[in-house]
């Protein structure tokens, strides 16, 4: 066991934690025999303190595939594979993730266990939808199996329950079928808000994917000007049925090291910002891309969060419901932009129906994703300011990128909450799995 | 048909990132030799589904130095001829204990030199009179190439390894089977997890891609990372007399 600096992408907080490395399904039994507080963690890319405890078992090691279903499409795999790893896997092989996070460097049970959401959300749901099965080790060092018709409380209370119901050994995930590794892309210019609203509204049934880039710095009549990306995946390419199964390559650039304070402020961010705006300058363009550039523009630049110095970033995620949605985003975005806080990444989206896990984050309406360094001082009450109004609303944070809500914040936002605690209770009366989340939004 | 590496030790994380790296980038069938060998079944499933090559699972005990010889036997007779052996266990133990209790010493001992000299001794035989061309691959270290105070037994067996197969390579250099000598420096595993002052710790993965790529190429020895060869010019060249008040 070793004592190390662990974060999550935010890189903020930073804990020293005992980070014991699981490599067989026995030690996760005889981890939990202790008897003492613990948490799994995988690749941590999530962003706040969801993943971080002061004793973590370390499941990047549990990374095997264990079995493949060709005719059906559903692979089984160990909690601790990447979403990388199962890619290269699945993608020569005619298969694609069902429903895909902005990054391919989560593992399998992070994904599980956030039940993360994807540009297609509007048409697919959630990540959660798509588990067929959960293999999980208990506090009481039970091996058990889940799914929608067995065990469906520690289901329901798994997906979506940032790991604080037992650990998840390895899941079936059904896949979805590709004939390309391309998608085709359609990205409009809008010049307000409101326009953007139209276009997801009118394109909804059109596109699986859809996701928008928001100027947050943009005001009046510009505020919330947007580049709306809507994409499906390729139908057979008939030239080369073969070549257009391909695989992404490796990342290209690395930040090797913390940037300084200078690099990310309100000039260079607006520079940034009016200059990515402007490469759009076709209203309406169309294009073949290849899925990594599309799902994962980011990856490509390993170790990114790093621009925001040692400090690091929050990240900041909100869902609020059709029903004045428009409003209360634009109440948001005007905030936003008055404040003149520096966003590098501000997306916007629709989502679709609710779906299976007791706190699980999307529900029908608009989210935007923020990212905002911590050297802005101020950040945390202002963000709080924002959650006031998201749960006036009905809306609701995502706790995969949240660092800063609080209890009574959180309560009412997550409905299903009771029944979440009745699944703690009954699976883990002694609240051995927990984070520095868990006890901040008092779930243990 | 696909050649096929025996690895003894199966599940160091050295262990883990060879058998990747000889099976996705290689193409090599596999026998993965461990005790409870049964834990490897999802390893053994992963390298099957990915690479597509065949994996089967020994049980081995590499302290069992009775059983030793009629290891290549047993190999042949549970899963087929093969033509690499890639020697991988070790212990490191503890210097301090192994100073003051002799249990603790013979088991560094045994299990870094008696037992890896015992197996490679049935594995050679066996593969010098196959009559085609095979290789052996021995784990060393670093710590094998001078005696330090703070890890000198783990050293003297990691050197006496060395030795032998300088000695098993000069015998089956003729016969056709090549022997490499491996010297690892810090590497990122369970091994070194929590040790104070490693520095410049490798991930497996490298180090694996490393030997394989020596053994290719047919080396006799290689440090990896390769920086290791000049840390440990310089520290050999450290007089005696001096060194023997270091610290190190």
């Known amino acids: 066991m070793a004592q190390r600096q662990t974060s999550g992408w935010g890189l903020y907080p930073r804990i020293a934690a005992e980070v014991d490395p699981v490599r067989f399904p026995e030690d996760l039994v005889a981890l939990v025999r202790r008897q003492m507080p613990l948490l799994a963690q995988g690749n941590c890319r999530s962003y706040g303190d969801g993943c971080l405890a002061p004793r973590v078992a370390s499941f990047l090691p549990l990374n095997h595939l264990l079995a493949f279903d060709a005719e059906r499409g559903v692979v089984h795999a160990e909690a601790g594979i990447t979403l990388d790893k199962l890619l290269r896997f699945i993608v020569p092989r005619g298969w694609f993730l069902p429903v895909t996070p902005g990054t391919k460097f989560p593992t399998l049970g992070g994904c599980i266990a956030a039940d993360v959401h994807g540009k297609n959300h509007h048409r697919e749901g959630t990540f959660g939808n798509y588990v067929e099965a959960l293999d999980m080790v208990l506090a009481d060092g039970t091996l058990l199996t889940c799914s929608q018709t067995e065990h469906r409380d520690l289901f329901e209370a798994t997906v979506g329950g940032m790991g604080l119901t037992g650990f998840i050994y390895a899941a079936r995930l059904r896949l979805r079928p590709i004939r390309s590794a391309y998608i085709v892309l359609r990205s409009l210019r809008t010049e307000s808000f409101a326009e953007t609203c139209r276009v997801f509204a009118e394109t909804h049934d059109q596109y699986p994917y859809s996701v928008a880039w928001v100027d947050c710095l943009a005001r009046g009549a510009h505020l919330g000007r947007s580049i709306v990306m809507l994409g499906e995946h390729e139908a057979a390419d008939a030239a080369a049925p073969e070549g257009s199964l391909r695989v992404h390559a490796r990342g290209a650039l690395d930040i090797p090291c913390y940037l300084p304070a200078w690099t990310l402020n309100p000039l260079t961010v607006r520079a940034f910002n009016a200059a990515y705006y402007r490469r759009h300058w076709r209203r309406d363009a169309r294009a073949r891309v290849h899925y990594d550039p599309f799902f994962y523009p980011l990856d490509i630049v390993t170790n990114w969060n790093r621009i925001y110095g040692r400090s690091g970033f929050l990240q900041y995620q909100f869902v609020v419901p059709f029903r004045d949605g428009e409003a209360v985003m634009a109440e948001v975005l005007a905030r936003i932009a008055a404040r003149g806080t520096a966003s590098f990444l501000a997306v916007l989206k629709t989502m679709g129906p609710q779906s299976g896990g007791m706190l699980s984050f999307p529900l029908p309406g608009y989210t935007l994703a923020l990212d905002i360094s911590r050297r802005d001082a101020g950040i945390v009450a202002f963000l709080r300011e924002l959650n006031g109004i998201v749960a006036a609303s009905g809306g609701r944070n995502y706790l995969a990128k949240d660092t800063i809500l609080e209890r009574a914040q959180f309560e009412p936002m997550y409905p299903r909450l009771d029944e979440f605690r009745a699944a703690k209770r009954r699976y883990d009366p002694h609240c051995l799995f927990r984070s520095l989340q868990s006890d901040r939004l008092g779930l243990t | ?248």
């Open chain 2, 1 to 248: 048909m696909r050649p096929r590496a025996v690895i003894l030790g199966a599940k160091s994380a050295i262990a883990h990132a060879l058998a990747e790296e000889l099976a996705e980038a290689h193409g090599y069938d596999l026998v993965l030799a461990a005790r409870r060998s049964q834990q490897l079944r999802p390893l053994a499933a992963d390298l099957t589904l990915r690479a597509g090559v065949r994996v089967g699972l020994l049980e081995y005990d590499a302290l069992d130095l009775a059983a030793a010889p009629g290891l290549a036997a047993r190999i042949r007779g549970e899963t087929g001829d093969f033509e690499l052996v890639v020697q991988v266990f070790g212990y490191l133990g503890d210097q301090a204990r192994a100073e003051q209790d002799d249990g603790e010493l013979l088991r560094i001992l045994n299990t870094n030199y008696t037992a890896a000299a015992v197996a490679l001794n049935d594995l050679a035989r066996y593969l010098a009179g196959r009559g085609a061309p095979g290789g052996i691959i021995g784990i060393g270290s670093v710590a094998g190439d001078r005696g330090r105070r703070s890890n000198y037994v783990y050293g003297a067996a990691k050197g006496a390894l060395a030795l032998y197969l300088q000695g098993l390579r000069n015998r089956l250099a003729d016969r056709g089977v090549h022997v490499l000598t491996v010297k690892p420096g810090f590497v990122d595993t369970p091994m070194t997890a929590g040790l104070q002052g490693l520095f410049l710790v490798a991930p497996p993965a490298r180090v694996a891609r490393d030997i394989v790529r020596a053994y290719q190429r047919r080396r006799d020895v290689v440090y990896t990372p390769w920086f290791w060869r000049y840390i440990m010019l310089l520290i050999r060249a450290i007089p005696e007399s001096r060194f023997k008040h270091l610290r190190l």
